[in-house]
Each structure stands twice: as structure tokens, then as C-alpha cells.
């Protein structure tokens, strides 16, 4: 499933949130540029890219996740 960023970004604004988004680094499903994508698009949009596949929400992970907040 692929995310209508039109929508995304409309959303976002009616109801003014903050999107945030982790990638991982060598994702070889959901690749690097799917991250530059989204931030062109939604130029708002916090972007983190963790050194991990695809499955980057792991035990391992979560610490890492929570620090930025």
C-alpha cells in the first residue's frame, strides 16, 4: 500500500500534527528514496533513518525510537 501524500499533507494541515517517520537505512522494500519522496512532498514531515532493514521496529530499536523524544 503506497500513501496518498495529497492526502497525507491535507490532513495535516486540518489538523495540524506533526508527521514523523523512521526508514531503515539498508530497507531493501521501502528504499532511502521513499524517505526523500515523502519529505519533498511533505516538507514538515520529520524524517529518521535507523540502521536497520525493513523491519525496523525491533526490541533493539525502541530505545533508539524514544530518544529522539
Excluded: C, R, V
Aim: glycine content about 2%.
Amino acid at each position: 500500500m503506497i500513501p496518498d501524500l495529497k492526502i497525507i499533507n491535507h490532513q495535516i494541515e486540518i489538523y495540524s500534527f506533526q508527521l514523523i517517520s523512521f526508514f531503515g537505512k539498508n530497507d531493501f522494500i521501502i528504499k532511502i528514496k521513499a524517505a526523500a519522496k515523502l519529505k519533498n512532498q511533505i516538507p514538515t514531515a520529520e524524517i529518521h533513518l535507523i540502521d536497520k532493514g525493513h523491519q525496523i521496529f525491533t526490541h533493539s530499536t525502541f530505545q533508539q525510537i524514544a530518544a529522539y523524544y
